[in-house]
């Protein structure tokens, strides 16, 4: 990250005055360096203790790493699903395969162009971080301190980039598989498969989308995913998750019930007074964990 800062900063220096020129040429780095060193040693410390300093401020030794891969893990289990909207997709992709539209060459040029923009936008969202250092000039102890925050995304929602994530590799499965399907049932030179040139070519492109999406784009959104203003539910264990969701969903029937002061029966050990407890007096404290489940 403090190399991140440094070029920044020649950035600054070398185009100034030239904004527009400035962001494209922060743009085009970003596209770059997804291919080399997606996320180094000192990207993922910066970036680890910029998440502590943001959401767990009072506990400096929280395993980072720990929660990092339950998310992943997590999210994971999404990505390899299918979803009904992935299924639509596909039943537009087979509505359109008319001869000459060249529907095989764009459901394989279509998620790699995805994939590209997907990794250049999480590499740029570091850099972003970098930019935001060299302005404040942020650090303890010698240490650079980034400032998660949801403007960094598309449309201030982290989880987008999470969906098409889901969306390329899904159409790259279906490209390799279909692939397979029509090589078993027809042989290679059948008419079904296209011309050998535009084959290999598509299975070329989608083994490269599947290298770079395992090399590069899953390693950045693993650790740039948290850059966020709220941190994900895997940031408690099993235990702690299920108390909170049922915590949470007992303060949903609440709110949905007039307040009501109930009287308990009267106590004779403290001379016959009657003590009253309010339904709601911990409401407040429930509803905020209701929206954080």
């Known amino acids: 990250m403090i190399k991140h800062v440094r070029e920044f900063k020649f950035i600054q220096d070398h185009f100034k005055g030239h904004r527009k020129r400035s962001r494209i040429f922060g743009w085009m780095r970003s596209f770059f360096k997804q291919f ?9 410390t910066t970036m680890r203790l910029g998440f502590i300093m943001k959401h767990c401020k009072g506990t400096p030794k929280f395993n980072f790493y720990i929660y990092m891969i339950r998310a992943l893990e997590f999210d994971f289990k999404k990505v390899v699903g299918i979803s009904w ?3 639509a997709m596909l039943m537009i992709f087979l509505l359109l ?4 539209w060249y529907v095989y ?4 040029l279509v998620p790699f162009i995805m994939l590209l923009v997907v990794g ?3 590499e740029h969202i570091i850099t972003e971080l970098a930019y935001e250092v060299a302005q404040k000039h942020t650090a303890i102890r010698g240490d650079l301190v980034v400032a998660p925050s949801d403007d960094f995304f598309w449309f ?3 989880k987008l980039v999470l969906l098409l994530i889901h969306i390329v590799l899904f159409q790259n499965a279906f490209e390799i598989a279909f692939f397979f399907w029509l090589l078993v049932t027809y042989g290679f030179k059948s008419c079904i498969m296209g011309k050998p040139a535009y084959v290999i070519t598509r299975i070329v492109i ?10 590069s784009t899953l390693p950045l959104y693993a650790i740039v995913s948290h850059m966020g203003t709220s941190f994900k539910k895997t940031i408690f264990d099993d235990n702690v998750t299920e108390g909170l969701v049922n915590w949470a969903e007992k303060a949903r029937r609440r709110t949905r019930s007039p307040n009501k002061i109930t009287t308990e029966p009267i106590d004779e050990a403290n001379g016959g007074a009657v003590q009253m407890t309010n339904t709601l007096a911990n409401s407040s404290v429930e509803q905020g964990t209701a929206r954080l489940i």
């Not at 060459?105 to 394989?108: A, G, P, R, V």
């Open 206 to 215: 989608s083994v490269i989308c599947q290298l770079l999406c395992g090399y």
């Open 36 to 44: 080399y060193g997606s996320v180094t040693e000192e990207d993922y």
């Open 156 to 158: 201030h929602r982290p």
């Open 85 to 87: 909207y992935l299924w």
């Open 105 to 108: 060459i764009w459901i394989t």
């Open 97 to 100: 395969n008319v001869q000459g």
């Open 120 to 122: 250049s936008k999480m």
